[in-house]
């Protein structure tokens, strides 16, 4: 069982997940911005934290960039559903910054759970 963090302007895509991720065990926390993700990841320190990359208000990419900074062994899984661009530039680009795992949406929930167990197993 690990801590998650959920990271993503809907409000429904936020709920899938929490009880996914409760359904498998794990305890699931969320915001629905970066600036609020990064005081949460700060207050909780959880194990995994599932970024959305297009969110208003502050990107996916620059909340990855703070939360390196802050921890440069954050473990983070980007989604994206590529907005108005292509969602493999987005992913690719959360990769290179330092995600370990990028996922195109809509994302499949078992693939999803099976690598926050992965990334816990790393942890």
Request: no cysteine; glycine share 8%.
């Given at each position: 069982?690990?801590?998650?963090?959920?990271?993503?302007?809907?409000?429904?895509?936020?709920?899938?997940?929490?009880?996914?991720?409760?359904?498998?065990?794990?305890?699931?926390?969320?915001?629905?911005?970066?600036?609020?993700?990064?005081?949460?990841?700060?207050?909780?320190?959880?194990?995994?934290?599932?970024?959305?990359?297009l969110m208003?208000?502050?990107?996916?990419?620059?909340t990855i960039?703070?939360?390196?900074?802050?921890?440069?062994?954050?473990?983070?899984?980007?989604?994206?559903?590529?907005?108005?661009?292509?969602?493999?530039?987005?992913?690719?680009?959360?990769?290179?910054?330092?995600?370990?795992?990028?996922?195109?949406?809509?994302?499949?929930?078992?693939?999803?759970?099976?690598?926050?167990?992965?990334?816990?197993?790393?942890?």
């Amino acid at each position: 069982m690990g801590k998650v963090l959920v990271i993503d302007d809907e409000e429904n895509i936020r709920n899938i997940f929490k009880r996914a991720l409760e359904k498998a065990n794990h305890e699931a926390i969320v915001a629905e911005n970066g600036v609020i993700g990064e005081q949460l990841y700060k207050q909780d320190r959880p194990d995994v934290i599932i970024l959305d990359i297009l969110m208003p208000d502050q990107e996916g990419i620059e909340t990855i960039l703070n939360l390196k900074a802050f921890d440069s062994n954050v473990k983070i899984i980007a989604i994206s559903g590529g907005g108005m661009g292509s969602a493999n530039y987005y992913l690719d680009n959360a990769v290179k910054l330092g995600a370990s795992y990028a996922m195109e949406k809509p994302v499949v929930i078992s693939d999803l759970i099976q690598k926050v167990e992965k990334l816990l197993v790393y942890s």
